[in-house]
Nanobody, 129 residues
Framework: QVQLVESGGGLVQAGDSLTLSCAAS????????MAWFRQAPGKEREFVAA????????GYADSVKGRFAISRNSAKNTVYLQMNSLKPEDTAVYYC??????????????????????WGQGTQVTVSS
């Protein structure tokens, strides 16, 4: 049974930093591209960041580029999202997702939610102004 468990969310002030973690189990971690998505109230789920299964390639939404960083630790089957210079518009539920990308290059990652096979339950991030 595949499980993705997020942690690290909370209430912070604008300008603060926060690190989210996502522990994966029940899957071969190295076979999956990993990503973070977020969903704010009344809005659609949107792509935030992803890292390929090779660990080499990364991608970010324009809204977080230069502020957020995604990393993965294969020894711990964990993916992280380091968030700096947080803004009130970053407030959302953040979801970890895993995508098996065998049909693509090891350096590939998707940016669409339908490309992802497994999802975590989400962790709330609230940024006050």
């Amino acid at each position: 049974q595949v499980q993705l468990v997020e942690s690290g969310g909370g209430l912070v002030q604008a300008g603060d930093s926060l690190t989210l973690s996502c522990a994966a189990s029940g899957l071969t971690f190295s076979s999956y591209a990993m990503a973070w998505f977020r969903q704010a109230p009344g809005k659609e789920r949107e792509f935030v960041a992803a890292r390929s299964r090779s660990g080499t390639n990364t991608g970010y939404a324009d809204s977080v580029k230069g502020r957020f960083a995604i990393s993965r630790n294969s020894a711990k089957n964990t993916v992280y999202l380091q968030m700096n210079s947080l803004k009130p518009e970053d407030t959302a539920v953040y979801y970890c997702a895993a995508s098996q990308t065998y049909s693509h290059s090891p350096n590939y990652f998707g940016t669409n939610h339908y490309e992802y096979d497994y999802w975590g339950q989400g962790t709330q991030v609230t940024v006050s102004s």
